[in-house]
Nanobody, 122 residues
Framework: QVQPVESGGGLVQAGGSLRLSCAAS????????MGWFRQAPGKERQFVAA????????DYAVSVKGRFTISRDNAKNTMYLQMNSLKPEDTAVYYC???????????????WGQGTQVTVSP
């Protein structure tokens, strides 16, 4: 069982930065691939970034590549998303997820957090 909990969301101006954290309540955290997804009102939940179980492989949506960095610290059972050069279109609820393999598809993830709001003002 994995129970991810997101934190670090907030309100920032365009061009600013935020770091999201996702803590998981399991001692087998290192066995899971992890991902970040986001969802704006009226839109589907979309892939943002993913990281393999050991952090050796990362994947990013084109819209965030070069601005966002996904990382994990298995000793702390925590995954991070460093978001730089934020844009208003990044505004969404951000969710972390855990799954058996690194993937862009939300159907591949078995456990989801409750989400944290990120709002970027113009």
């Amino acid at each position: 069982q994995v129970q991810p909990v997101e934190s670090g969301g907030g309100l920032v101006q365009a061009g600013g930065s935020l770091r999201l954290s996702c803590a998981a309540s399991t001692r087998t955290f290192a066995n899971y691939a992890m991902g970040w997804f986001r969802q704006a009102p009226g839109k589907e939940r979309q892939f943002v970034a993913a990281i393999s179980y050991n952090g050796g492989r990362t994947d990013y949506a084109v819209s965030v590549k070069g601005r966002f960095t996904i990382s994990r610290d298995n000793a702390k059972n925590t995954m991070y998303l460093q978001m730089n050069s934020l844009k208003p279109e990044d505004t969404a609820v951000y969710y972390c997820a855990a799954g058996a393999s690194t993937s862009r598809f939300r159907s591949e993830y078995d456990y989801w957090g409750q989400g944290t709001q990120v709002t970027v003002s113009p």
